[in-house]
């Protein structure tokens, strides 16, 4: 009986451990570190500064001076977050009380929950770094990234408002066209690894090469070159597809501030409008890291070694835990990167030409993607 | 008129786009490789960097007294520059000399000269308008405070910041 009840309390504390970590550790300062490098990436893109004053406000404790660390303005976000945290709560009269509450949640909690099945790391102190490893890994996000439609389009329906009613329709019919492209151009990947776990996924992508960089493994088969084709265009699919779910320029359409306002958050202030912020933020940490798994190798790096759970407690073990950690949150950081970089290099789309090249062109060149990676699957060993 | 606007005809690299996105991040890329180098120059740190040097001649800042070569009060409070003011900025309270001074049956002096900062609009027309020359916009620009009294300057305030301006009156002066 000792068994039965003691095993359930461990997985708990393990899991609500990891997912602690994961959120508050890892996930919410990056997300707040994005925002401060969008600022300050988009800043000197455009031969400006940024925001390079706010330290550390150890002066508060006593201290002469703020902390100034390398770049400045590292104190950005902490300041954000306080403003954020202490303006008022305006609420609307004209509207839906109870959805306009239900909205900010909404956008919130999908962009975490589907950190739940991402592999960040193999083992640390005798647990697999992942809160949940199931084997329909891959189908649970889209599931649940595509929820997070709901918290903009409750948003703009609530608001009672012209500017986020538009903005809202916008997003849902975008969400739901991208979907798909999104979707398809994941299959020919699922089809190579053979696997819906992402754990799974990593594993391959060690044995084989990462799928993006066939090369890692240390050796380059005709059939991985050949390979390479279908996954460099539903990469690319992939990533486009990704912007446009997660609002990202050039696909912001759902709030772009030169024709509505701010879009479907309009009418949000101070924490509500945080959560929009932050949800939106998160989203991409979460895409990124689902680029990261599928394409760039998920934690692993290349040439060095890999812990296994008996060596996860010893001393090297740990170190080599806490460096695949530091690798899979390096790459979604260079993704995260990107992102940022193609924000401010490329304008916004038009609607009609953003629905062109979903239905015209991604869900087509996906789809032909699939029978081609099939082919090479059925004929080249 | 209704006029059609010609298209351009694309290649097929053109309308592939992806190469063109390419080219686009190559130059948002140099762009910040250039500011993280330092290369690039274009804004001005405010506190720390200023224009003050660059000032031209005519620039209007704050409304300011002057004294002349003798240390003599300019302004007669003929209360004009306060009629003038756009936004009412200026509240004169006129007064006399001290009967000691030897000027004191030649010419009267503000009791009170207190200029509202918050409403001054750097016009210009009391400095315009005063037939003493006794109020001059000056290179401050920089006005603050913490409070709506301490953006009032009071007389004292105001010869300190207008300090001693020589040479006649140019209504008195023969060659001007």
Aim: proline fraction near 6%.
């Amino acid at each position: 009986m000792d068994f039965l009840n003691d095993i359930p309390w461990m997985l708990i504390a393990a899991s609500i451990a990891k997912t602690l970590f994961l959120i508050f550790g890892v996930v919410l300062p990056i997300v707040s570190y994005t925002v401060y490098a969008e600022r300050r990436v988009s800043a000197l893109i455009q031969d400006r500064l940024g925001p390079n004053r706010t330290g550390f406000p150890i002066s508060l404790f006593g201290f002469q001076k703020d902390l100034q660390l390398f770049l400045g303005g590292l104190g950005q976000p902490v300041a954000d977050a306080m403003k954020f945290l202490l303006k008022e709560e305006f609420t609307p009269g004209h509207v839906n009380k109870f959805y306009f509450w239900l909205a900010p949640v909404l956008a919130m909690v999908p962009a975490l929950s589907t950190l739940a099945v991402l592999p960040f790391g193999n083992f640390l102190f005798g647990q697999k770094m992942v809160v949940a490893d199931v084997n329909v890994g891959i189908l649970y996000v889209f599931a649940v990234a595509s929820v997070g439609v709901y918290g903009i389009v409750l948003a703009g329906w609530s608001s009672n408002s012209k500017y986020p009613f538009l903005g809202s329709i916008r997003a849902s019919s975008q969400m739901i066209s991208y979907e798909l492209s999104l979707g398809l151009s994941a299959v020919p990947v699922l089809m190579i690894i053979g696997n819906l776990n992402l754990s799974e996924a990593i594993q391959y992508q060690i044995d084989n090469g990462w799928l993006l960089l066939p090369f890692t493994d240390g050796k380059l088969t005709l059939r991985e070159l050949l390979l390479w084709i279908p996954v460099l265009v539903s990469f690319i699919i992939f990533t486009i597809s990704m912007f446009a779910e997660t609002n990202r320029l050039p696909f912001d359409l759902p709030e772009s501030e030169t024709e509505l306002v701010a879009g479907y958050h309009t009418e949000y202030s101070a924490m509500k409008f945080a959560l929009f912020f932050l949800g939106e933020y998160a989203a991409m940490i979460a895409g990124s890291s689902i680029i990261v798994v599928l394409f760039l190798g998920g934690w692993h790096v290349p040439f060095l070694p890999i812990n296994t759970l008996e060596s996860s407690t010893t001393p090297s073990g740990i170190a080599l835990g806490f460096l695949h950690i530091t690798a899979f949150f390096a790459k979604v950081v260079g993704i995260l990167i990107f992102f940022i970089w193609v924000r401010w290099t490329l304008p916004r789309f038009r609607f009609d030409q953003l629905m062109k090249l979903g239905w015209l062109y991604l869900f087509e060149i996906a789809l032909v993607n699939i029978f081609i990676t099939a082919a090479i699957l059925a004929w080249v060993k | 008129m209704a006029y059609t606007v010609r298209r351009p005809n694309l290649t097929f690299w053109e309308k592939l786009y992806l190469p063109n996105i390419v080219a686009g991040l190559a130059i948002t890329f140099n762009h910040l490789k250039k500011m993280l180098k330092g290369e690039t120059h274009v804004v001005m740190q405010y506190p720390e960097e200023k224009w003050d040097a660059h000032l031209p001649e005519y620039y209007r800042g704050a409304p300011t007294l002057v004294t002349d070569e003798h240390g003599r009060e300019r302004c007669v409070s003929c209360q004009l520059c306060e009629f003038i003011c756009p936004p009412r900025a200026i509240k004169i309270t006129p007064g006399s000399l001290p009967s000691d001074s030897q000027f004191a049956k030649v010419e009267k002096a503000p009791e009170a000269f207190d200029i509202d900062m918050s409403r001054c609009i750097y016009c210009g027309l009391c400095e315009e308008v005063c037939p003493e020359q006794a109020i001059y916009l000056r290179k401050d620009y920089a006005v603050t405070g913490e409070s709506r009294a301490d953006m009032v300057h009071h007389k004292d305030k105001l010869y300190e910041l207008g300090g001693t301006m020589p040479g006649l009156v140019h209504k008195w002066n023969p060659d001007k």
